[in-house]
């Protein structure tokens, strides 16, 4: 081959690497990609456009807690309660699963108590419909491991309801939620207790100022454990911060709006998603 068809070919292949551009790197040519952002693993046809992701469905997170309480149910008397907690939660394409549960210690005047909370596993199915209206519902049961000496601590059933509606960087939303008791009444020459099904409810408004923070304001009213009790009724304050792609963070204040609630109550968790 002559040495001016060798330096041809050369240029020839030279001009050509230099002149393609792909900005998002998925195998097409700026010129020709329709879809010019797309993730690094996504699959894409030749028009640069995605036709099926390679990132994994399967995802978790880890979130540590703890919490502080000022409060009793079951008499007048001042209460501090501090607890911490762990949650997993499992999530695949629309569904998660969650496992929690919390330890306790709860001292006042006359008394003072520590041991495990009830736990909770719960399932949760999540869509979105119109757009921007989301919808997430969930059932799950509540473990019997708050060590009682009466023996009359039994599984509970749980079902709930979470709408939301985005509006820019603005969200509404309410949630309703069931839970079916069925731990057994006390009555004692020293002790009578009667216990009933709960029926929570609550709405707020929440704002995003940020990609990384997310805050919220609530109402909360929810009936009581026990029967002839008034309905427990608060109003909170909740902020979430991202720290990155892995660690993010929560806190919760809440102020009793009725002598059954806690007059104040704070929780702060740390969590890491994978």
């Known amino acids: 081959m002559k040495i001016g068809t060798i330096l041809f070919l050369l240029l020839l292949g030279l001009s050509t690497l230099f002149s393609y551009d792909d900005f998002d790197m998925d195998g097409v040519d700026n010129l020709h990609d329709k879809c010019p952002n797309t993730l690094f693993s996504e699959l894409v046809d030749i028009s640069g456009c995605t036709i099926e992701s390679l990132q994994s469905p399967h995802h978790f997170d880890l979130i540590v807690g703890v919490d502080y309480a000022q409060t009793d149910y079951r008499t007048t008397e001042k209460t501090d309660i501090y607890s911490s907690s762990i949650q997993v939660d499992y999530y695949y394409k629309a569904f998660s699963f969650q496992a929690s549960t919390s ?110 923070t997310y805050t919220s304001i609530s109402y909360n009213n929810s009936k009581s454990l026990y029967k002839n009790i008034e309905e427990i009724k608060t109003a909170s304050l909740y902020l979430y911060y991202s720290i990155n ?30």
């Open 103 to 212: 330890y306790f210690d709860s001292t006042s005047s006359s008394f003072k108590e520590n041991g495990l909370n009830d736990s909770t596993l719960a399932l949760y199915y999540n869509t979105t419909a119109f757009n921007k209206l989301n919808i997430k519902v969930g059932t799950g049961l509540i473990l019997p491991t708050y060590n009682t000496s009466l023996s009359n601590n039994h599984t509970d059933y749980m079902i709930n309801l979470n709408l939301s509606y985005q509006l820019k960087d603005f969200t509404c939303f309410g949630g309703y939620n069931y839970t079916q008791i069925n731990d057994d009444d006390i009555n004692t020459t020293e002790l009578a207790i009667s216990y009933q099904d709960i029926e929570a409810y609550n709405f707020g408004l929440g704002y995003y100022p940020s990609n990384q």
């Open 245 to 274: 792609d892995n660690y993010f963070t929560t806190f919760s204040y809440a102020y009793g709006l009725s002598d059954s609630a806690s007059k104040h109550s704070t929780s702060f968790k740390i969590g890491y998603y994978f």
